[in-house]
C-alpha cells in the first residue's frame, strides 16, 4: 500500500502517487499561507516564549531526543490527557515502554478522560484559564469547533513532529494546518436481504427512504459531513451523481433542486450548490436519527432488517457477531458494489495537540511523536479498518502487520477494507476541511439547523 506525501482530512486527493497537489486537513489557502509567513518574519524563533518556544525546538528534534527530553520532564509524575478516542489510554502505556527503554528507572503514572455528550470543548477552555492546566495534550474531533473555539482562541497548540513531516515530504516549518492523527470513514452501508437497491447516492433520500443515522445534534461531524457537501468539489460529485439517475428518479428530485436554487443562490454557493441543499434538505428531513454507531450496525446486520440502509463508521464492522441471524454478509457497503455512483460516505480526524498551558510539553510532545511516527503508536488505533494514518510509512507498516485489505476474505468481503486511497478517489469518500466547515458554519450551517427533521410514526 503506497499513501500519498500528505494524508489527512481535508485532502481530496489519493494517497498514491507523488506530485498530487492535494491539501492537508485544516490547510490554508495561499493568502492565509503568506499571511503566516509575513508574520512568522515578523516575530522570529528566537522571540518566542513559553509553549510556542518548546513547541518550535521539539519541531528541530529527533524522536530520541524528545523522548530523552519527557524523561528529564515527567520521571515519577502524572500525565493527564483528553480525547474524544478512548484508546489514548491504550497507547500510553506503550509510550511509557518505549522511554523505559531509555531510562530503565523512568515511572510514569497517567490519566485519560473521555468525556461525553461533546464536553471536550468546554472542559479544555475550562483548564485553559489556569496558569498551569492539568492536561498536557488532547487528541480531538470536529474540525469546525476546532477551528473556532480551540485554535482561533489560541487554546490548543500545533506541534509538527519532525519525522512526520520528512515521511510527508514537507519540514514542520513548511506545513500548515492541524496535525491529523487518523482519518476515519463513515461509509453508507444498507441490508441485502432484501429487495432494496442503492445504486446512487441520491437513492439513500429518495422516496421512503429512512436511513439510520446519529443525527446532527448527536455527533457534530455528522453537520460537517453536511456542510461539506456544499464545497464545489462535492456539490460537483453530487450533479454527476443526480445525471446517472433514471428519469422517474430526476423527476422526484427536481422540484426539489428548483426550490434550493434561491437557497443556493443567497448562501453564496457554487454552480451545483442547489444539488447539494436538495440532498441535504431531503437527508436531514428522512434520516431516522439513532444514538449511537454501534447500535445503527447491530440493526443493519440482522436479517430482520429488510431494506434498511444507514451512514455509520465503517469499522463497527469489526464487532459483529455471527449468528444465525445475524451475518456481516447481511449488509453491503454501497460504495464496494459494482455500478454504484455518487458519494460513498465521509472522512473526518481526530487531531492532536497540545493545551497552550501545558504542564508537561516535552512529554505531550514526545507522545504524539510516538503516536504519529511509529507502528506501536498508532497501532491501538491501526489495529482496526477504517482509520488511517496520516504518516504513509506508519500506514503501510499497520498495513502489512494487520492486512486490513483482506481482513474479511472471501468469507466476508465487506470487511476487506479498500484503504484510504481508494475511499478518496474511487469511494468518493466526503473530507472534513476545518476552515470550510468554519466559514460556512453561520450560513449553511444555520440553514442547516432550521430543517426539519424526520420522526418515525408521524
Known amino acids: 500500500m503506497v499513501v500519498s506525501a500528505l494524508a489527512g482530512c481535508g485532502s481530496a486527493a489519493s494517497n498514491q502517487g507523488a506530485g498530487t497537489d492535494a491539501q492537508p486537513a485544516g490547510t490554508d489557502t495561499a493568502a492565509q499561507t503568506t499571511e503566516k509567513a509575513e508574520t ?45 478516542s478512548s484508546r489514548g489510554k491504550s497507547a500510553l502505556p506503550l509510550f511509557i515502554e518505549y522511554l523505559q527503554t531509555i531510562d530503565s528507572s523512568y515511572t510514569m503514572e497517567f490519566e485519560w478522560q473521555q468525556p461525553k455528550n461533546n464536553k471536550i470543548f468546554e472542559q479544555l477552555t475550562s483548564d485553559s484559564l489556569k496558569s498551569e492546566g492539568t492536561f498536557a495534550m488532547t487528541l480531538i474531533q470536529d474540525g469546525n469547533q476546532i477551528q473556532t473555539k480551540m485554535v482561533d482562541t489560541d487554546i490548543l497548540k500545533t506541534y509538527v513532529p519532525k519525522e512526520w513531516a520528512e515521511a510527508n515530504g514537507t519540514t514542520p516549518d513548511a506545513y500548515t494546518g492541524f496535525l491529523p492523527l487518523q482519518t476515519l470513514n463513515k461509509v453508507f452501508m444498507y441490508n441485502n436481504t432484501g429487495s432494496a437497491e442503492f445504486n446512487n447516492c441520491w437513492d439513500f433520500v429518495y422516496e421512503g427512504s429512512h436511513p439510520l443515522f446519529m443525527g446532527v445534534d448527536s455527533e457534530i461531524v455528522g453537520k460537517n459531513f453536511l456542510m461539506m457537501l456544499t464545497e464545489d468539489k462535492y456539490a460537483t460529485w453530487l450533479k454527476e451523481a443526480y445525471d446517472k439517475l433514471d428519469d422517474t428518479k430526476k423527476a422526484y428530485f427536481e422540484p426539489v433542486i428548483k426550490e434550493m436554487q434561491t437557497d443556493a443562490n443567497d448562501l453564496g454557493l457554487g454552480a451545483n ?3 447539494a441543499l436538495a440532498w441535504i434538505k431531503l437527508w436531514v428531513n ?58 460513498g460516505g465521509y472522512g473526518y480526524c481526530h487531531y492532536l495537540f497540545l493545551t497552550k498551558n501545558s504542564p508537561l510539553p516535552w512529554t505531550a510532545c514526545a507522545f504524539i511523536a510516538f503516536m504519529t511516527c511509529t507502528e506501536q503508536g498508532f497501532e491501538a488505533w491501526g489495529k482496526d479498518m477504517g482509520g488511517y494514518s496520516a504518516n504513509p510509512n506508519v500506514a503501510k507498516e499497520i498495513e502489512d502487520t494487520f492486512h486490513h485489505s483482506q481482513g474479511g476474505g472471501d468469507e466476508f468481503p465487506a470487511k476487506n477494507d479498500r484503504g484510504y486511497d481508494w475511499w478518496t478517489t474511487d469511494g468518493e469518500l466526503v473530507l472534513e476541511d476545518p476552515a470550510y466547515c468554519s466559514e460556512v458554519s453561520f450560513t449553511v450551517g444555520s440553514w442547516i439547523d432550521v430543517l426539519d427533521h424526520y420522526a418515525p410514526g408521524e
Not at 302 to 330: F, H, I, M, P, W
Open 40 to 84: 512568522a518574519e515578523a516575530a522570529p524563533a528566537a522571540e518566542l516564549t513559553g509553549i510556542d518556544a518548546i513547541i518550535a525546538e521539539a519541531e528541530t528534534m529527533s524522536m530520541e531526543e524528545l523522548a530523552k527530553k519527557a524523561i528529564e520532564e515527567s520521571n515519577g509524575k502524572t500525565f493527564y490527557g483528553v480525547g474524544n
Open 273 to 275: 450548490g442547489a444539488y
Open 286 to 343: 428522512n434520516y431516522n436519527e439513532q444514538t449511537d454507531d454501534g447500535p445503527i450496525c447491530n440493526t443493519l446486520v440482522d436479517a430482520s432488517a429488510t431494506d434498511q440502509s444507514g451512514l455509520l463508521v465503517y469499522s463497527k464492522l469489526r464487532s459483529v457477531e455471527e449468528s444465525a441471524s445475524v451475518s456481516v454478509n447481511n449488509i453491503n457497503v454501497a460504495a464496494y458494489q459494482d455500478g454504484y455512483t455518487g458519494i
